[in-house]
């Protein structure tokens, strides 16, 4: 049962990491256009997806295992690396 719950998380913070991943590029969502090319609603839709995931993750994954702690550092290093240019 124990290793069905952590098949499970493992699959989950895969998908959202996923999720982020695509999310932040904007590229996939955006025909290809830069982050200075697309209207500010368009912005504000990548924010937004963005920060649906990144709070799904936190939710999902605020214990002490290591695969918490590996999702915790993922978005860490998402929010480094994000500059939306406000």
Do not use: R
Request: aromatic share 10%.
């Amino acid at each position: 049962m124990k290793l069905s719950k952590k098949f499970k998380n493992i699959l989950l913070s895969i998908s959202m990491l996923s999720i982020i991943i695509v999310t932040t590029s904007g590229c996939v969502y955006l025909n290809n256009k830069g982050w200075d090319d697309i209207t500010s609603e368009e912005q504000e839709e990548v924010k937004q997806a963005y920060e649906d995931a990144k709070n799904d993750l936190e939710e999902e994954f605020s214990g002490d295992e290591p695969e918490n702690e590996f999702v915790k550092e993922f978005i860490n290093k998402a929010e480094q690396k994000i500059d939306y240019k406000d």
